[in-house]
């Protein structure tokens, strides 16, 4: 990567940070399962690494689902879950509501953890 390619990189980051913080309170809690869903998925921890230091990123993603876990499916819940997990995000609120759906569902469909 060249210096400027990694200005290119700091820019978009920069931007993507300023996006989702003009987004907070206003990103759809759909967008927001779209965007975080497939990083759980396939068994494969799927960790964007150019957002650890992204606060509004995750702030404003979070915001978007809290309050909708209890409404999802298990499964796409323990893709958010898992989303989140891999990725060292989510405040101690909605990993409880993660942890309540998938605890839920669980004690109802051992299908949910069967690879």
């Not at 300023?18 to 967008?31: G, P, T, V």
């Not at 927001?32 to 998925?41: H, T, Y």
């Amino acid at each position: 990567m060249s210096f400027a390619d990694a200005e290119d990189y700091q820019h978009q980051a920069q931007y993507l940070n300023l996006y989702f913080k003009n987004q907070f309170r206003k990103l759809s809690h759909h967008d927001a399962i779209d965007m975080i869903a497939p990083l759980g998925q396939d068994g494969s921890a799927n960790k964007v690494t150019g957002l650890d230091d992204k606060f509004w990123v995750w702030e404003t993603i979070e915001e978007a689902i809290r309050g909708h876990v209890e409404e999802l499916p298990a499964d796409k819940a323990f893709d958010l879950y898992k989303g989140f997990a891999y990725n060292y995000k989510g405040s101690l609120n909605i990993n409880a509501e993660f942890e309540r759906r998938v605890l839920l569902e669980s004690m109802t469909n051992e299908k949910l953890f069967k690879a």
